[in-house]
């Protein structure tokens, strides 16, 4: 769980492949570029809420650290959430969607698991990438 969302921080995972798909697949590089972008985007969107609202992480048991470390001190919404379903959403006009909604559920969720963000921090940022992908 750790490594997969160290490769999600900062939506790397979805940038990463997005640029391989563009690189193999010319006939649908606009899809992927586009889909690189609106990662982008939902990166951006999710990191100014983030200042806005200011949630801190979860505060676990003194003897209980979070399993992974965090970039920053604020936990709402999920960055891994909002990028990754961004992500899928926009892949999925190219690549089987399926796969694509598997990774970013596994991508969210373990942010839960590893103890660095609240399940409401997760359905936000679902939420929020999901929107973002719509209106781009």
Request: proline letters at 8%; charged letters at 15%.
């Amino acid at each position: 769980m750790r490594v997969y969302a160290f490769v999600g921080e900062n939506g790397m995972l979805w940038f990463a492949l997005s640029g391989v798909a563009a690189a193999a697949d010319p006939v649908g590089r606009a899809t992927y570029l586009r889909a690189a972008r609106v990662t982008l985007v939902a990166l951006v969107a999710n990191t100014c809420l983030k200042q806005l609202i200011r949630r801190p992480r979860p505060r676990l048991a003194d003897d209980l650290p979070p399993l992974a470390p965090t970039i920053s001190r604020m936990s709402y919404p999920s960055a891994h959430a909002t990028t990754s379903f961004a992500a899928a959403r926009a892949l999925s006009r190219a690549l089987p969607p399926a796969p694509l909604y598997c990774a970013a559920v596994a991508m969210a969720l373990s942010r839960s698991y590893l103890g660095v963000h609240y399940p409401s921090d997760v359905v936000a940022g679902a939420l929020l990438g999901d929107a973002v992908e719509r209106l781009a």
